[in-house]
């Protein structure tokens, strides 16, 4: 059989160990005699399982002592409404700063307009999502609740390559909320660079259904009335995030994926890899003008890759002898077009490399 090669940006490949731990453990879970979708969520073996998963991302992330980490539901777009139901309201009358650099970020900043007044401090828009604003462009207001960036754009490409600096003189009080749904857990983060991190679990983390906070604890009590119980960040905190039933099956292979992250050396290491995933990939596109990634190299996400064929009426070709060869899910999002190869921490670089080969020979063909 061929071997497959899944490019898809989410719900996207999960490391193979993974899977087939999973399968061994489907029936019978370490000897439990259940399956851990079968498990009461308050029992010894689940607690048990919730709590490894816990520790080991905190480890992985050097999360300090000060944030506590949820896991809730509703995905990325769920937490563009219950961060500003739960944030906005840090001020009288709340504005809440956006920096705009692409689809999601977009999209986070329509939700928030129903909560409160929002500012566009930058955007790329004019320059088609091209690249993160220059910092000293920002127009950030001077006591807004918070300000909101997505460091990784899943459909432009596009992935701030540090934590913006925010200068304390002039804004002593403005925590960053930071959308990394699509490239958590691929490189170092210095969690205290920000006040809030959220990430849907279905691209680094694991299976859909599952959503990643992480808030520094002084801002955990500042939800409106209007916030639902479910997802008002305290009340999930004081609970350990079983206020509600969590997604139990995908904290499991979440936490399967973190041990096995842990046994590869963990975030630096990844990170070392995805580097060169990366340059493999870019270096192919740059090499021939038959391709073309429209971000400028200095925010081009090490993650999410979209590409365009210079003849697009070659789009299907290219796509069916991708599949051919066990490279799927290549298709760009229906909003911009063209291909995207997404290559989070479970591609291996031979699937890189595979399709590094295959773009060649499509050329020279
Ligand atoms: N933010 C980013 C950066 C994303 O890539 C996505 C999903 N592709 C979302 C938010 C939305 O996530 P969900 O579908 O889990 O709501």
Redesign the pocket.
């Known amino acids: 059989m061929t071997q497959i090669f899944n490019f898809s940006?989410?719900p996207a490949v999960l490391p193979k160990d993974v899977l087939q731990q999973a399968a061994s453990e489907m029936l019978d879970w370490h000897g439990s005699g259940m399956s851990v979708m079968e498990m009461s969520h308050r029992g010894p073996e689940f607690s048990s399982i919730h709590r490894q998963a816990l520790d080991d991302l905190r480890e992985l992330l050097h999360v300090p002592a000060n944030y506590k980490i949820l896991f809730q539901q509703?995905?990325?777009?769920?937490?563009?409404a219950i961060v500003p139901l739960n944030l906005a309201g840090r001020r009288p009358e709340p504005v809440i700063d956006f920096i705009h650099t692409g689809s999601?970020s977009g999209?986070?900043i329509k939700e928030a307009a129903r909560y409160a007044r929002v500012n566009v401090a930058a955007s790329s828009e004019a320059e088609h999502f091209a690249r993160v604003p220059a910092r000293d462009t920002w127009r950030l207001t001077p006591n807004a609740s918070y300000l909101h960036i997505?460091t990784?754009?899943?459909?432009d490409g596009v992935e701030y390559p540090d934590a913006p600096e925010i200068d304390p003189a002039l804004f002593p009080d403005l925590p960053i909320v930071a959308?990394?749904?699509?490239h958590i857990l691929s490189r170092e983060i210095d969690v205290s660079k920000y006040g809030v991190i959220f990430a849907?679990a279905?691209?680094n983390i694991g299976p859909?259904g599952l959503?990643l906070v992480i808030v520094r604890e002084d801002l955990l009590d500042f939800a409106s009335p209007q916030c639902p119980s479910v997802f008002h960040w305290k009340t999930c905190a004081e609970h350990d995030s079983l206020y509600n039933t969590p997604p139990t099956y995908s904290i499991y292979i979440a936490g399967l994926v973190f041990a096995w992250l842990k046994r590869r050396g963990g975030v630096a290491a990844m990170e070392a890899l995805n580097i060169e995933k990366a340059r493999l990939l870019y270096a192919a596109l740059d090499a021939d003008d038959f391709y073309a990634n429209r971000v400028d190299p200095a925010y081009r996400s090490r993650m999410n890759i979209p590409f365009y064929l210079r003849d697009e009426s070659l789009n299907d070709q290219f796509l069916a002898g991708a599949k051919a060869r066990g490279l799927l899910q290549l298709k760009g999002h229906k909003s911009v077009g063209g291909m995207r190869a997404s290559i989070y921490n479970a591609m291996p670089i031979e699937g890189v490399q595979a399709l590094v080969d295959y773009l060649n020979e499509f050329a020279r063909r």
Do not use: F, R, Y
Not at 74 to 80: E, F, I, K, V
Not at 152 to 155: A, L, P, R
Not at 179 to 182: A, E, L, R, V, Y
């Open positions: 940006a989410g509703g995905g990325g777009l769920g937490q563009n999601w999209k986070s997505c990784n754009e899943t459909i959308d990394m749904s699509s849907g279905q691209k859909a959503t």
